[in-house]
């Protein structure tokens, strides 16, 4: 028996066996077994779509069910719809991206911006519609082909590996959380991640820092002597660095709160240095403890030009600061890019003497295999500790071989 009603879940618990209700675009069955049946039963483009979606039994849930039709709907309006025949197919890549997202926000978990972008941007419009359950290392391998052979965007340079490491364990971890939730058979994504430049080829030595810092600080665009401070003297990532808002640093405690991180939230550590500027920053421009560390330019009605009220990019100014420091990219060996002050300070950490774990705490890395990339010394660093060694090796076997005073001198009572 079927009923119209508005959909809920005190609704459902209500239905038994053999009843159902309807709305919404959906249909909602109690099967005689007692498990829920969620169907997507409406038109789409005036395409008639009837089809099982998920069981109770599997985990799903009535918002789930929601964001596989927004999904379907959405995919639609783009002319991209390409509807499975049968509940065989299973769920598509872009219907399990709605409800991984979709719980990760409901739920307390990490990174979802970042996780959604890598969807929305490049996952979705070359494997979304592709069922989930099918896409293994050879689908994997021809997206990370394409993703290589794209540039980022805004700027002149390919999509790096790095980039496409990061978009693969999102995928994986998406691809897991359905296996767990039951919503998808068993699945394991095999490809592997690709090997990654060495970290420290982007790093500046201390008098090319200098040189960046005080290029920076006569800039006219205010921003950038900031940026520049705070990237080179905690190692935060750009997108950390300009969402910083005043009231997450905590000046006594010399502490700067990162929310949103790829390994989650931290507390970043700062040095008096930048403390000094922070604080004088803050006073010179008024800010509260709710601005933006990098409040948004304002349009001539006085509102901010971007959405979330923050400067979102220093992209446009980084070319002629680097140009006002003489820091080409045949000055210095390599092209320096914004992710270069992050290997800067990175390998100051490590230079100084700091343990590798107390690194990583600082540095955000997810694994202390990816400090250790840090630690590379020259040939010439190497020579040098060697003969250090040497000369203390030698020095005690000399010890050894000399008696002391006293034992001498008993050496020589006996004697007598």
């Known amino acids: ?3 119209n009603a508005a959909l809920s879940v005190k609704a459902l618990k209500a239905l038994e066996p053999g009843q ?5 675009g959906l249909t909602i069955e109690r099967l005689k077994s007692g498990d829920l049946r969620f169907k997507i039963a409406t038109q789409i483009n005036r395409e008639r779509v009837s089809r099982a979606i998920g069981f109770e039994s599997e985990g799903f849930t ?3 069910a929601r964001a596989v039709l927004a999904s379907l709907r959405s995919r639609a309006r783009e002319g991209a719809l390409q509807l499975p025949v049968a509940r065989k197919t299973g769920l598509l890549l872009s219907e399990l991206a709605e409800i991984y997202l979709g719980r990760l926000e409901a739920g307390d978990g990490k990174n979802v911006g970042i996780k ?10 070359h494997l979304g519609a592709l069922p989930a359950a099918s896409i293994d290392e050879h689908a994997f391998g021809g997206y990370r082909k394409k993703r290589r052979a794209e540039k980022v965007l805004h700027r002149e340079r390919l999509t790096t590996d790095a980039t496409v490491n990061r978009e693969l364990s999102t995928l994986r971890h998406a691809l897991n959380s359905g296996v767990r939730w039951k919503l998808i058979p068993p699945h394991a994504l095999a490809a592997k991640p690709t090997k990654e430049a060495d970290g420290t080829r982007g790093a500046l030595n201390a008098i090319q820092t200098a040189k960046l810092l005080e290029a920076a600080r006569l800039d006219p665009d205010a921003d950038i002597h900031t940026f520049v401070m705070v990237a080179a003297n905690t190692s935060a990532r750009l997108s950390e660095v300009l969402r910083i808002k005043v009231g997450d640093i905590d000046f006594d405690r010399l502490r700067i709160s990162i929310h949103e991180a790829k390994a989650g939230a931290r507390e970043q550590p700062m040095p008096p240095i930048l403390v000094e500027h922070l604080q004088d920053r ?18 001539r009605d006085g509102t901010p030009k971007s959405k979330e009220g923050r400067r979102m990019s220093i992209a446009s100014v980084w070319p002629r600061v680097i140009k006002a420091a003489g820091l080409t990219e045949e000055e210095i060996g390599h092209k320096l890019v914004r992710h270069s002050l992050r290997h800067t300070a990175i390998t100051a950490f490590v230079k100084s003497g700091a343990d590798l774990q107390v690194v990583q705490k600082m540095s955000g890395h997810k694994t202390l295999s990816m400090v250790m990339r840090y630690t590379h010394t020259r040939d010439a660093e190497i020579d040098l ?8 090796m030698a020095a005690g076997s000399a010890a050894a071989a000399s008696p002391a005073p006293a034992a001498a001198a008993a050496s020589e009572t006996v004697a007598e």
Do not use: N, V, Y
């Open 62 to 64: 009535l918002d789930d």
């Open 282 to 299: 803050i006073k010179r421009r008024g800010l509260k403890r709710t601005d933006w560390l990098f409040p948004s330019a304002l349009k």
């Open 1 to 3: 028996m079927k009923k």
């Open 385 to 392: 500790a060697m003969e250090r060694m040497q000369a203390l």
């Open 116 to 125: 959604r972008a890598h969807f929305e941007l490049h996952l979705l419009p």
């Open 20 to 24: 159902s209700l309807s709305g919404e």
